[in-house]
C-alpha cells in the first residue's frame, strides 16, 4: 500500500494538520483519518523524534526500516510533510497551510505554540472557523500547566501506579493507557467541535490533557477514597472489591478469572466444589470477598495447577466465568478470535522484514466504517505535493529546501 490523501469516509472533505507528537496528538489525528479526513503530518526536517521510537530495523535510517512501531501505527492514512516552522518562511507556510485546513492538532507547550503561530489568535485571524485541537500533559491553568510530561507521569499522579503492584513496588500499566484515551477523547471532542461548526460557522478549540483522562478513567477509585476513607494498598492483580479475581498458574501458562457479582460466586463455588462456601460470612458479598480474597485465590490456583490452560478455560466458559489466558504479544498475534475478527491489517512499508500488523478503528461502524488504506508516510513523502497544491512553484520549493525549512 502506498500513502495519500484519505478517500470517503464520514470526514470526507476534512483536512487536518497534525503537529503532534509521540502518542497522544498523532493516534487522535489517525482516528480522523481512518474516518475520511485528509491528515498531513508535519515533521522535522530529520524527522519528529517519535519516528525512531522502538525501531523494526534499527541500524537502519529512515525509509530503510529504521521507523518505529509507534510511528507506523500512528500515522496510517497521513500524508507527510516536512517543515521548519520556527523560520519566517516556515510559518508563512503555515499560515497558507492553515488557511486551508479544518483542524490544527498539536500537543505541545504553550509558548512553542505562539513561536509557531499556531496558537488559537494566530489560527483564528488565518482561518476564522479553524479548530484547535491541543493536547498537554498538565491541561492549562494550574501550577503545571508548562512542565512536560508522558502517561506514565499520569499514571502515578492520580494513584493508578500506588495501586498497581505491590506495597512494596508500585508499577506503571506497559499499555499506555492515558496516551490512548486522550487521543481517543480528543478525536472524539474534534467531532464533536466539527458538528457544531456545522451548526454555527464557529470554531473553537478542543483541549485534553494526560492528567485529565487519567482523573477520568481512575475517578471511581478516587471518589471511594473521598468518602470512605478505605486507605487502599496495591494487592497485584487481585481485585479489592470482588473475588475471586486474580491471576493464577496452570499447567503450562497462566490464566486471568473474574468473578464479579453474587451469580458469577456461585457458579464459580459450585464449579471449585466450595458451595458452603456461599454462606461463609467472609465471602457474603462482593466487599467481603475483594477483603478476603487471597483464599478465594489460593483455592482458584490449586484448581487450575491440576489443568492447562485450555482446559481450566473451557470448564470457566461452560460455568460462564470470565476468565482468559495471559499471552504473551507472539499468542496474541496467534490467537484465532483475533486473527477471525480482521482486527489486525497488514501494510507494507519499505525496508520492514515483513508487513506491519496494524491495529484496525477500535470502533466499527456498520455503515461508514473507519478504514486503514495507506501505510504511514515516509519522511517528507508528499512535501512536493502538498506545497504545489498550495500554489508554490518547483523553483520556490527549491528554494525552500535550499533555505533548510523543508
Known sequence: MTSGASKGGVLSGIRVLDFGRYIAGPYCAALL?????????????EGSEDRFVQPIVPERGAGEGGEGAMFLQMNRNKRGLTLDPMTETGRGIVKRLVATADVVVANLPPSTLTAMGLDYPSLKAVKPDIILTMVSAFGHGGPYSERTG?????????????????????????????????????????????????????????????????????????IEQELRKTNRQAIGNRSPYAGPADIVRTKDGWILVQAIGAPLFKRWAKLMGEDHWLTDPRFKDDLARGDNGEHLSKRTSEWAALRTTDEALALLEKARIPAGAVNTPQEALDDPHIQAMGYLTRMDFPGLPGPAPIMETPVRLSETPGTLHTRAPLLGEHTDSILTSLGYSAAEIAGFRAEGVV
Open 33 to 45: 483519518a481512518d474516518m475520511g479526513a485528509d491528515v498531513i503530518r508535519i515533521e522535522k526536517r
Open 150 to 222: 508522558f502517561d506514565g507521569v499520569a499514571q502515578s499522579m492520580v494513584g493508578a501506579a500506588y495501586l498497581t503492584g505491590t506495597p512494596d513496588e508500585p508499577v506503571k500499566s506497559y499499555a499506555p493507557w492515558v496516551d490512548f484515551g486522550t487521543a481517543s477523547l480528543t478525536a472524539f471532542g474534534t467531532m464533536a467541535a466539527l458538528m457544531e461548526r456545522m451548526k454555527t460557522g464557529k470554531g473553537q478549540i478542543v483541549e485534553g490533557s494526560l492528567l485529565s483522562t487519567a482523573l477520568g478513567y481512575f475517578n471511581f477509585h478516587l
